[in-house]
Nanobody
Framework: VQLQASGGGLVQPGGSLRLSCAAS????????MGWYRQAPGKQRELVAA???????NYADSVKGRFTISRDNAKNTVSLQMNSLKPEDTAVYYC??????????????????WGQGTLVTVSS
């Protein structure tokens, strides 16, 4: 399974960016999809996540500013980021929990990660 992320870049404080991520490859389905970020010198942290049909989950620091959306038919997940702040600067990674079946027909759920896309918020 491959996840291809796009949409990062340089934006001024208060601006907006939209990140997109598409999953491809052989799998049965995807359960959770989401976005994490890692700022320099910090641990990777959850930004937003969405399960197949549940309510999205957001980090407190982005609530009201970021919106995650998902297209199950296209196996894509997007992150609309508004009112960006310098502290949002980080490499953003998309992830997907992918369902496959092994040789014996047992369900296997594994997490795949995109390559990361850099978001820089600076004037």
């Amino acid at each position: 399974v491959q996840l291809q992320a796009s949409g990062g870049g340089l934006v001024q404080p208060g601006g907006s960016l939209r990140l997109s991520c598409a999953a491809s490859g052989r799998f049965s389905s995807i359960t959770d999809m989401g976005w994490y970020r890692q700022a320099p010198g910090k641990q990777r942290e959850l930004v937003a996540a969405t399960a197949g049909g549940g309510s999205p989950n957001y980090a407190d620091s982005v609530k009201g500013r970021f919106t995650i959306s998902r297209d199950n038919a296209k196996n894509t997940v997007s992150l609309q980021m508004n009112s960006l702040k310098p502290e949002d600067t980080a490499v953003y990674y998309c992830n997907a929990d992918v369902v496959t079946y092994d040789y014996f027909g047992t369900v296997v759920v594994s997490r795949s990660w995109g390559q990361g896309t850099l978001v820089t918020v600076s004037s």
